[in-house]
């Protein structure tokens, strides 16, 4: 009451007006309560992303979003050795991230109060000094990237007039000719478009391409007719303040037609807003015989702002500036998990390397100091799958006269790369180009724009690539140059002719990552005497195969004992698998940290493994009625359950590598492609102590009949054990989602804790599902799958092992004359005749993209909930599916719950 008083009488403000006594002081452990009202009080989350350039990222939804911090530079400097003045400046860039973040409300002339000053070659307008804003901007429209976006919206507008111009009545499109100032010269306009045909009636007033009505003259009158239509497209970088895209068409249009010549007077002035991702358009419309161009217009643009490769980029430069990124998968860095999709015969790669684009020496001077002297440079374009080496020489006359030249150097060698590729076959044309350095990748996209479809991306490996310039025929290509030139080389000579492209690289990478190492020993180590034979025009010895390996293995041993000497640690230490992602170039993060961070999780993993094993041990038990069925409903007491959803919520962590067994495989034999975020998100729902079941439905690749792609993975109604899962006799192999994605049945996925050995309940279930399922076979066969695959998947030692195996006609003979004796609960299983089966091929893909079918009307989990009925029919939708131990999934915990609660409080009474 006494600060309700003081409100009034004190006579000046209070400058802690804000504060809420509702949740001043009071805050306490938990601040849940205290962010809704918060998020209630700024108006919801819509509201306060629209202070935000949450809409210029692009994104349908808030919801997933998150800020990539893991490959952060300001993370990447944690473990270096560097002072305590660049330390702390580290923390200046998660601010600059923040102020570009909330820029259209800190960036308005409400918050500063001054002149208005338009960045150069931009049309962003700055409203007071700020500098970090400032630099975030001009990076993201650095190299004249705002015109280029003009311009690139201008071709597709007018190219998809002229896909319509015969509904139109239009005879020819014309693109105008403008000064290149244009995009960000508001002062005059001139049109970009202008259509040229027909007489067409004109509006009497301009409008909105919202009003759906035209205003035409009244009856009495003579309507306009003009045989020309103009537009002139606007681009705007708004705040929160002013993004009406429409008031600010409206105020264009009339300030440009009174001083601005148009051709006609029927015409609009459009207005793309960047930073909000809309649009307007305002003036004099047209009828047009046939489409409506009112109603064509926004559809268009719709498209444009969607699928335009200029504003693709833009919003991925501005992604990447925030660091912000989506749950939902992405493109990948280069990695050594997915090095090998270089190599798919789909798939065409180029690495670009411009660490050496600017080349200095140092020169001593009279006076004992030293200056720098431009040399010759080089770009280098690489192709891993052919083992094409071109090599360009950048002159150093070129950046005689120049100040800026490390940036110089960048455009230089993406100039390049257009003319590699302008050189090249267009059937040769890269599907993706992979850059060694993050910082080239920006300079790329834009010179990029005649090729919206080559994908660029950046790597997470350090790559032996530059090391090749040590070689002496490059070295003195480069050095002896007088201009700028460009060379074809093979960098593999004629290795491809006894080895896959694979394995050349993996040789290759050898040789360059010890010449990094040491230069002198790596040429003495592959020459070690002049009898080696070296062919004309190759660049390594000519040496059989066998001599080859041991070569690799002596530079396997070089390079490792180059990393242990730099880290003071012994080649005893490291992992297999350590040692290949040296040698591939991965950046290792400080021994130290590491060796404590996985002991650390070591330890969590035995402690949840060990209480869920005591926990099961104590409380497992199975029945078996009078008419002899077996029950697995009372194998999960409530006493088990809680540790073993603890070391269930820890598998998806610790399941870290995916070990995919190809023992005993022929190229001629069935390969199965899974996309790897289905087998992640199977970890999350599983359990470690039960085996699950799954169907895998998918297609078959057309260019290649042995390839199939599991598209669909469906979980049926199930009760588990160790070594067996109940599921019903009858599957909805028709069900719409799989008809409507041609996806038929290809086989049986099974995943637990066991080893990965096959064994015969699972061939039975083939069996079971073509005896009981009538018209699966005719409709896979039909499809072009004449055999069926069981995949199984194994949890255990900290990692995911994978192996497929196909049923040959014996095996599904045996299945379907054998499976009510095999799935009897009462019969063990045994393994599996090596005739009944055969291995084949597994691959898992980053790419590829894959649904969930569960069951629509009762939970996929019966172990807990009721018993199964396995000649039941189910239904399925598509949806993700449920955890293990979830809720929905064990409604007898709480009905027991509650009934103890009872029987306490009538105790109490």
Known sequence: VRLE??????????????????????????????????????????????????????????????????????????????????????????????????????????????????????????????????????????????????????????????????????????????????????????????LVGQRWIVDETPSLYTESRHRHAQSGKQQRVVGKWWIDVQLRWGNYDSHNAAELARAKYNQYTRRSQYPSPAGVVLVIDLAYNIFSAYGVWVETPGEDIKQLLPSLLGAIIQNDPMLKSLRMKLCSE??????????????????SEMFATTS??????????????????????????????????????????????????????????????????????????RSTDEKEHPNEIVVTRPKFRAVVQNMLTDWPNIKVRSTDLSLALPSILEHSRLAEYRVNATENRCHLFNAYDDWLMVSSPFICFNRLNYILRAYHVNLQRTREMLEPDTFVEKRPGHFWPTLPREVWKTRCLQLHELIIADYCRRNNISPSQLLTTEMQDIVMGKKMTNQEIQAEEAKEIEEKHKAAVAAAKDAAESTTTTTTNKRGEFSMSSASSITEWRPRSLADAMLHQRMDKIYVVSEEVTANTVQLTFSKDSLVRLLHVCDVQVEMIAYLFGQVVPQSPEVREVLSIMIPPQSGGLYDSETPERIPFDAEPLVQNHAVFLGILRLGGGSAALHTKNLAHHGRIMARNEGLRSM??????????????????????????????????????????????????????????????????????????????VPWNAAFSRRLQIRDAFQVEVNQPAEYFTAAHRPSHFLQFADKTDDAEEAEG
């Open 348 to 421: 065409r790669t180029w690495i670009v390397d411009d660490s050496h684009a600017y080349v200095t020496s140092e020169q001593p001077t009279p006076d004992g100091s030293k200056k720098f002297k431009s040399e010759n440079g080089a770009v280098l374009v690489f192709e891993p799958k052919s083992g094409a080496l071109r090599f360009s020489v950048i002159h150093k006359s070129v950046f005689a006269g120049h100040k800026r030249r490390t940036k110089l150097a960048k455009e230089k060698a993406a100039e390049e790369i257009v003319t590699w590729l």
């Open 780 to 857: 896979c066969e039909d499809a072009g799958v004449d055999t069926f695959t069981t995949t199984v998947v194994s949890l255990q030692d900290g990692a995911l092992t994978k192996e497929t195996f196909e049923v040959t006609s014996e095996g599904a003979a045996w299945a379907s004359a054998s499976f009510e004796r095999v799935l009897n609960p009462r019969h063990d299983p045994a393994e599996v005749d090596p005739a009944f089966v055969q291995p084949c091929r597994a691959k898992i893909s980053d790419r590829l993209q894959a649904f969930f079918l569960t069951p629509s009307s």
């Open 322 to 339: 925030l660091q912000l990124r989506n749950s939902q998968p992405t493109e990948q860095n280069l990695t050594t998990t997915n090095l």
């Open 5 to 194: 008083f003081h409100k009034y009488s004190s006579g000046k403000p209070m400058k802690n007006w804000w504060f809420s006594p509702e949740h001043d002081g009071r805050i306490g452990g938990s601040t849940e309560r205290y962010r809704a009202d918060m998020i209630i009080a700024l108006g919801g989350v819509e509201a306060i992303l629209e202070h935000s350039l949450f809409r210029g990222t692009g994104f349908p939804s808030w919801e997933g979003l998150d800020w990539n911090t893991s490959n952060a530079f300001e993370n990447s400097k944690r473990d270096a050795n560097i002072t305590k003045a660049m330390r702390g400046g580290l923390t200046l860039i998660p601010n600059r991230r923040f102020a570009l973040w909330w820029s259209p409300t800190i960036n308005r002339s409400e918050i500063f109060a001054g002149t208005e000053r338009q960045l150069d070659l931009t049309g962003v307008f700055m409203f007071g000094k700020l500098e970090t804003i400032k630099k975030s901007l001009i990076k993201l429209f650095a190299n004249g990237f705002w015109s280029k976006v003009h311009s690139s919206i201008v071709d597709t507008l007018a190219s998809a007039f002229d896909r319509h111009s015969r509904d139109l009545g239009v005879d020819h499109v014309v693109k105008a000719s403008n000064h290149p100032n244009k995009s960000f010269t508001f002062s005059s306009s001139a049109p970009d478009i202008l």
